[in-house]
DNA sequence: GTCTATATGTTGATAGAC
DNA sequence: GTCTATCAACATATAGAC
């Protein structure tokens, strides 16, 4: 969709989306250097005329894509639908950043705990502190609206959902290696249904 | 609870439970043999006059823990009680395990996908496959007895139910260090209750 | 922008003394 | 059952030629 609009990525986007590819694969840890540049055709040496280390190249892959992604939350936020609409569209909003960015979304559920350790990386616990609230100000704003069950655990609640649409992207392949699946849409429609109303007949 | 039934942990099991808390804390390959030792209080070298290799303690681990899960599961589809409440059982006796083997269900989760490329972890594949038939089982029972919705995905409610339950481990925190959190029977009816009801007033 | 060559540290694992 | 001592392999990263 968007390589239209793109239509020459830089030699260093080229090579950091061959290192997001790898490190969701593989792990971060378990990717090396020479696994990254042997993917790009060159030598592990090589790869120091773009990047700092290997480090940087995580962590310009994570701040991006949250950049991104948190854009898109603040404008649900922002907007003046019913708690119930903004719910969903939250939901639709993440399937579809796992359908669009899923090696960055791998990567953030795989590291994020390890890697927020570190100094350099305290945005992400910053980022996950602000995912919570957007998700527990949706939850508590259909409470308070009646939309939503008033015996609700927020906490739980919240838990529940961030986990389920997330790990889908251990699973969910995009459209491009999708054989019989299901789209990013499908799948975002089938648990909205499950959350709001339920499995039980 | 079991301590009591087993006051003298072999020095081999000792050495497995600090490399389960490890390998679950920093991951597999994050882990050096030399943390181990130094969690015990021993040198790396002398950590193989107990084991092989690295790699035979986590298939231990696994393995094990995995023996036990999976009988558990298998005395619920024996049994002959309604769908409705299998599923629920089976809801309670995963995060029952979360609770008493937090290690080891960590391990599992954030490893097996790699390990399992592996020869030698073979029958992860195989479990995870035994798992998918346990719950796709109750789901259709579920629905063929009518219990649950009959317009139903199978595999994707299949999916969304063992990533909830499973996912709760990288939040969940057992009895013993809880301040003011939940019990695993408590996040399992909050869990049970939304999965068959929805979270919609 | 890539390669050659290499520094420097860490890794899993081994052999044999105690 | 642990320690001493050590190896070979592999890791990230660097300096300078092309």
Known sequence: MSAVSTPEPTRR?????IAAQLFAEKGFKNTTVRDIADAAGILSGSLY???DSK????????STFQAELFGDYDEILASDEDARTKLERAVRVSFEAIDQHPHEVAIYQNEADHLGTFERFGYLADRNTQSRQVWVTLIEEGVRTGVLRPDLDVTLTYRFIRDTVWVAVRWYRPAQSRGGGHTHTEVADQYVRILLDGISS
Chains 1, 2 share one sequence.
């Open 49 to 51: 005329h773009h990047f």
């Open 13 to 17: 986007d080229q090579l950091l989306a």
């Open 55 to 62: 480090e940087s190249m995580v962590d310009e892959i994570l």
